[in-house]
């Protein structure tokens, strides 16, 4: 009977040191998933701005959407 109290608080003890680091565990993956998502949004930025040519070192006379003209020669 006396093991069965032992083996009881035992297990009493590791449930609650797990409990214990398994919600500090969540709460680290909580941040870290929040880090990841404003690093994929900046990185989602960037790649859209370069795609776009706003990091270009000579500034575009031409647009994608408008054709350039040319003046008729005289």
Do not use: C, D
Request: glycine content about 10%; overall charge positive; cysteine-free.
């Amino acid at each position: 009977m006396e093991t069965n109290i032992v083996y009881i608080s035992a297990g009493i003890v590791a449930l609650l040191i797990f409990v214990f680091v398994a919600r500090r565990l969540l709460r680290l993956a909580m941040k870290l998933t929040l880090v990841g998502v404003v690093l994929l949004a900046v990185l989602a930025g960037a790649g859209y701005g370069w795609w776009n040519g706003w990091f270009a070192s000579q500034p575009r006379t031409q647009h994608r959407g408008a054709p350039a003209r040319t003046a008729a020669p005289r």
